[in-house]
């Protein structure tokens, strides 16, 4: 099979991503996922049921990824760089801001995985979770997507590129 045209593959993104966000709202509404909920079920109670659907979301998103990549390779020509790189964790990663490396990339992970943990915790959900609560008509759910849309346009518009200097005059 040849793989799509670059022009093709841009005009199929909004609709396959329409289409899978119906299908993930679906199934995350219908089955109660929320991966914070997963991992405070696995230590309280050693249920695993969350926990497996959030096993599942990881696992999955790396194959559709992967199949994507092998059906349109220009549209992904960096999937396989942490393979071909040799420079190792302070090479910078293609694409991101400000060239960061792979080490400033997962110290940033990192804090931010923090905060969405302990903010999600209080919450009593992760934002999949928020959003779904919020297309049922939660209002304090709705409050939450607002402050995490705002939050990341002042992220993007303001503090990043702070943080891009940081890690510049660190030399990570």
């Known amino acids: 099979m040849d793989p799509l045209a670059k022009d093709v593959a841009i005009m199929l993104v909004p609709i396959v991503t329409i289409i899978l966000g119906f299908i993930i709202g679906w199934l ?59 420079a190792g964790i302070l090479a910078a990663i293609p694409g991101a801001p400000g060239g960061l490396s792979v080490a400033a990339t997962i110290i940033c992970m990192l804090v ?6 302990i903010i999600g915790t209080l919450l009593g959900g992760c934002p999949l979770r928020q959003l779904v609560m919020t297309s049922e008509g939660n209002i304090k759910s709705g409050f939450f997507v607002i402050g995490m849309l705002v939050g990341a346009l002042v992220f993007s518009g303001f503090i990043l590129g702070w943080v891009v200097d940081l890690f510049a005059l660190i030399g990570i």
Do not use: M
């Not at 219908?30 to 497996?52: A, E, H, N, V, Y």
């Not at 349109?72 to 071909?84: H, K, Q």
């Not at 931010?112 to 943990?117: L, Q, S």
């Open 112 to 117: 931010g995985g923090i905060f969405v943990g």
């Open 28 to 86: 995350g509404q219908r089955s109660g996922f929320c991966s914070i909920g997963g991992i405070r079920d696995f230590f309280l109670f050693r249920q695993t049921r969350l926990l497996k659907g959030y096993v599942g979301l990881i696992l999955s998103a790396f194959v559709f990824y992967l199949i994507f990549s092998l059906l349109v390779p220009s549209a992904f020509p960096n999937f396989f760089w942490a393979i071909e790189n040799p």
